[in-house]
T-cell receptor, first 112, second 117 residues
Framework: KQEVTQIPAALSVPEGENLVLNCSFT??????LQWFRQDPGKGLTSLLL?????REQTSGRLNASLDKSSGRSTLYIAASQPGDSATYLC???????????FGKGTRLSVIA | GAVVSQHPSWVICKSGTSVKIECRSL??????MFWYRQFPKQSLMLMAT?????????EQGVEKDKFLINHASLTLSTLTVTSAHPEDSSFYIC?????????????FGPGTRLTVL
C-alpha cells in the first residue's frame, strides 16, 4: 500500500529565503505525482504535476523534481513571500484510475 | 483546467439528521469520483471510490451504510451522511477523474465543511 511522507511537518522562514519541501513515497511504481497548496479552511490548489517519465516541472518560482527510483520528490520555492504561507501537500497516483494518496503536508509560514 | 463543483460549501446540521453533498464535473465526463475527508490539521484521507453506474468501493474503516455514495451519471456524484453525529464533522472533498480523452489529472472540488451539532 502506497504511503507518502512529507518532511518537515512545519517550517518557518524569513521572507526572501529559498526553501525545499521534501516528499517520499514507498512504492516507486507511480503514475504521476502532484503538489498542492491548501490555505486554511480552503480547498486544494494544484501547483505542479509530474508524470512518471518526467524529472521536473517548473512554474514561476516553483520547481518540483521527481526521483522515482528513490521514491522522492522535492518542491523548491525561490524567493519566498508571505503570500506563500500555506500547507503544501504531496500526492502520488499509482495508476490512472486509482486515487491520489496524500502526505500529511508541510505547513509553511513566511515571515515578513 | 477542468472544473468540479460541490454543493453546499458548508452545512450545519443537528445530530441524527442526514446531509447530502453534491459533486459535479462541469466540463468533462467523470468516469470515476473519489471522496475524501479531512479532519482539522490532518491530511486528506480517501473514503471511497465510485465508478459511474457501479457500487462504490469503500476504504477500510469507512461505514458504507453511513456514507452513501451515488454516481448515477458521468457528471454527478453524491455523498449522503446518514444519521450524522458530531464526530462526522469534517471537510469533505470530492475529486473527479476521466478515463476518456486522456486526461491524467484528478480535479478537485472546493470542499464541503460539515458541522454536526
Amino acid at each position: 500500500k502506497q504511503e507518502v511522507t512529507q518532511i518537515p511537518a512545519a517550517l518557518s522562514v524569513p521572507e526572501g529565503e529559498n526553501l525545499v519541501l521534501n516528499c517520499s513515497f514507498t512504492d516507486s511504481a507511480i503514475y504521476n505525482l502532484q503538489w498542492f497548496r491548501q490555505d486554511p479552511g480552503k480547498g486544494l490548489t494544484s501547483l505542479l504535476l509530474i508524470q512518471s517519465s518526467q524529472r521536473e516541472q517548473t512554474s514561476g518560482r516553483l520547481n518540483a523534481s521527481l526521483d522515482k527510483s528513490s521514491g522522492r520528490s522535492t518542491l523548491y520555492i525561490a524567493a519566498s513571500q508571505p503570500g506563500d504561507s500555506a500547507t503544501y501537500l504531496c500526492a502520488v497516483k499509482n495508476s490512472g484510475n486509482t486515487p491520489l494518496v496524500f502526505g500529511k503536508g508541510t505547513r509553511l509560514s513566511v515571515i515578513a | 483546467g477542468a472544473v468540479v463543483s460541490q454543493h453546499p460549501s458548508w452545512v450545519i446540521c443537528k445530530s441524527g439528521t442526514s446531509v447530502k453533498i453534491e459533486c459535479r464535473s462541469l466540463d468533462f465526463q467523470a468516469t470515476t469520483m473519489f471522496w475524501y475527508r479531512q479532519f482539522p490539521k490532518q491530511s486528506l484521507m480517501l473514503m471511497a471510490t465510485s465508478n459511474e453506474g457501479s457500487k462504490a468501493t469503500y476504504e477500510q474503516g469507512v461505514e458504507k451504510d453511513k456514507f452513501l455514495i451515488n454516481h448515477a451519471s458521468l457528471t454527478l456524484s453524491t455523498l449522503t451522511v446518514t444519521s450524522a453525529h458530531p464526530e462526522d464533522s469534517s471537510f469533505y472533498i470530492c475529486s473527479a477523474w476521466s478515463g476518456m480523452g486522456g486526461t491524467d489529472t484528478q480535479y478537485f472540488g472546493p470542499g464541503t465543511r460539515l458541522t454536526v451539532l
